[in-house]
Structures are given as structure tokens and as C-alpha cells.
């Protein structure tokens, strides 16, 4: 019997603390691929194993009582000390396995990741891959993600973090239409021309585009007669003529190799961003982890080439 309430406490806790760090008892059941009513029952249990009300309920939304704050610092302490035991054994394994979930943002998954993982496998086959891409901020540690890939300066998080490469944000048009329109020498030759403009999704805000113009640099936010918010679509505008806009090169770079896109004004480029892997502390010694972050500072060398990384099964090749 007794374990039995050790079990039953065990989860109760694994639950309440997956509620605690989302939010959601919904949320909660989706990332423990359980029902909402199991999430909801165990907690209950443990509330009644505690004689303690964890949670503040009403019909949108859950907060922790003060016992409830108090219980999730002992939980997570609790919960990564396990983890810790689990990473320990799987470290002591001679060829890297499991499975690693990875984070990453939709154009850096479906054009770097996607094309240069299966050759990962076939090197690594007895690590399956769980690739959860979005544009959302992702708490590694909360959604007990191995790897992410991210793009830019890294807040001081705690994560151990490796630059993969950098690559640098410029402008981009199709032949046809600077063939129509002209080719801009300068920057504020944009004014007359046909913008495609990124609108972030996290702010609503227009992106500023930065060029240097002699000693100094500038901003502008030329008139934009098609703003969008995905940067994928930025570039597939752009390459069906749509006029001038800005994106990365490694998401260019396979539109100039096949002669979609051109490059213009490269001299007033200044903007430069940097492709990180970052992982939890948790994950320090986990070969697979291990594996993955070295495959990928391979493979990721060339995002400003034609084809964004070189070929990961032949010659060895963001942020």
C-alpha cells in the first residue's frame, strides 16, 4: 500500500507542476499525453493526500494558492534532480539514443533542420527526433526540451548555448522586376519603389530596415505595398515579383541560386545575426544532445551560400 500513495503522489506532483509551469490543466494533459480529467483527479488526490488547496480555480483559469507556490520550488527541485538520474544512465551509454525534442522557429525547421536532419539519422539511428517549430518563445526547462535553435542575441537564461553560424539580413528583389522598375543605388531610392515589408507577430510592429550609409547607419520603413507577417512569405513575394524587400540569406540564398532573386544594395548592409543551440544544464552530458549540437555546428557553416547549409551527406556545409 504504501507504494501505492508513494505512486500516487509521485504523479500528483509530475501533474501539478506541469499545470503549475503552463498554466492549463488543458495544457498540462496535452504535454503528458494524458486526458484533462486525469490531470485534474491527481492533483486532487495530492490536495487531498496534503489536506491543502494547491490551486485557485475558476471556469477560465487556474493561480497557486501560496502552498501551491511553495509546493512548485520543491517540485521542480524534485523534478530535475530526476532528471538528473535519467541524463546520468543515458550519458553512460556508448552510442547516443532516445529520443531529443527540438525547438525551433518554422522558417529555420522547414529550411535548415528539415533538409539536413535525415542525415542525422542515418548517422545516429537510434535517435528519434520530436521537432516542435513555432515563432512563440518556448520555456525549455517548463516543455523539457533538449535542443533549441534560436536566432539573435540570448537573453542571460541560464542555458548553454554554441554559434552555429551568422548570417546577415538584406535586400532582395526578382530579376523581372528590376528589370521593370530599376535597380536602387541607394537607400532612400527605396521611396520609389514597391516595398514588401515583415510585420512581427509578437508586437504588430513593422521591421525597421537598417542600411549604412557612409560613417553612419540609418532606418527606414519605406512604404510597404504588402506587409506580411511570415517570413517565409516574404521571400516567395519578393521571388514572384512583387518588388523590394528584406529577409535573411540563408532563406534567400536558394532563390539567388536559382536565379529567382538578386541582391541589392549589399554595400549599405549591416545587419548581422547569429544561429545558436541552446539546451538546459540538465542536458550537459546526454550524448544524444551531445551528437546533435556537433552535427549541426557541421552542417550549419554556410547560411549565406546558394543552398543555405551544404549538402550534409557530402561535403560538410540560423540565428
Not at 14 to 41: E, M, N
Not at 247 to 262: E, K, Q
Not at 282 to 303: D, F, G, H, W
Request: glycine share 6%.
Amino acid at each position: 500500500m504504501m507504494e501505492q500513495i508513494e505512486f500516487d503522489r509521485l504523479t500528483g506532483i509530475i501533474a501539478f507542476s506541469r499545470a503549475a509551469s503552463l498554466g492549463s490543466f488543458t495544457a498540462a494533459a496535452r504535454s503528458l499525453s494524458v486526458s484533462p480529467s486525469a490531470i485534474s483527479k491527481s492533483i486532487q488526490r495530492l490536495e487531498a493526500l496534503l489536506g491543502v488547496k494547491l490551486f485557485t480555480r475558476t471556469t477560465r483559469s487556474i493561480s497557486l494558492t501560496p502552498e501551491g507556490r511553495e509546493l512548485q520550488d520543491k517540485a521542480l527541485t524534485l523534478l530535475q534532480a530526476a532528471e538528473d538520474v535519467v541524463q546520468s544512465v543515458t550519458a553512460a551509454q556508448a552510442e547516443p539514443s532516445g529520443t531529443l525534442k527540438i525547438a525551433a522557429s518554422l522558417p529555420i525547421g522547414t529550411r535548415i533542420l528539415a533538409p539536413a536532419l535525415p542525415e542525422f539519422r542515418r548517422r545516429f539511428p537510434k535517435i528519434k527526433l520530436d521537432i516542435r517549430l513555432s515563432d512563440q518563445y518556448v520555456n525549455l526547462v517548463e516543455e523539457r526540451v533538449d535542443v533549441a535553435v534560436r536566432i539573435g542575441q540570448l537573453p542571460d537564461s541560464g542555458l548553454i548555448s554554441r554559434t552555429l553560424a551568422t548570417f546577415k539580413l538584406g535586400a532582395y528583389s526578382s530579376p523581372s522586376y528590376l528589370a521593370a522598375r530599376g535597380t536602387p543605388q541607394q537607400p532612400e531610392d527605396l521611396a520609389e519603389h514597391d516595398c514588401v515589408n515583415f510585420r512581427f507577430q509578437s508586437t504588430g510592429q513593422l521591421m525597421s530596415w537598417t542600411f549604412s550609409v557612409g560613417d553612419r547607419k540609418v532606418e527606414l520603413r519605406p512604404p510597404a505595398s504588402v506587409v506580411v507577417d511570415v517570413s517565409d512569405a516574404v521571400v516567395e513575394l519578393l521571388a514572384a515579383g512583387a518588388g523590394i524587400g528584406i529577409t535573411a540569406s540563408w532563406i534567400a540564398g536558394p532563390y539567388v541560386g536559382r536565379g529567382l532573386l538578386v541582391p541589392i544594395l549589399e554595400s549599405h548592409w549591416v545587419t548581422s545575426y547569429d544561429i545558436h543551440a541552446v539546451w538546459p544544464e540538465s542536458r550537459r552530458n546526454n550524448p544524444a544532445v551531445k551528437a546533435l549540437v556537433s552535427y549541426l555546428a557541421e552542417v550549419i557553416q554556410s547560411p549565406e551560400s546558394t543552398t543555405g547549409r551544404r549538402a550534409a551527406g557530402g561535403a560538410h556545409e540560423s540565428g
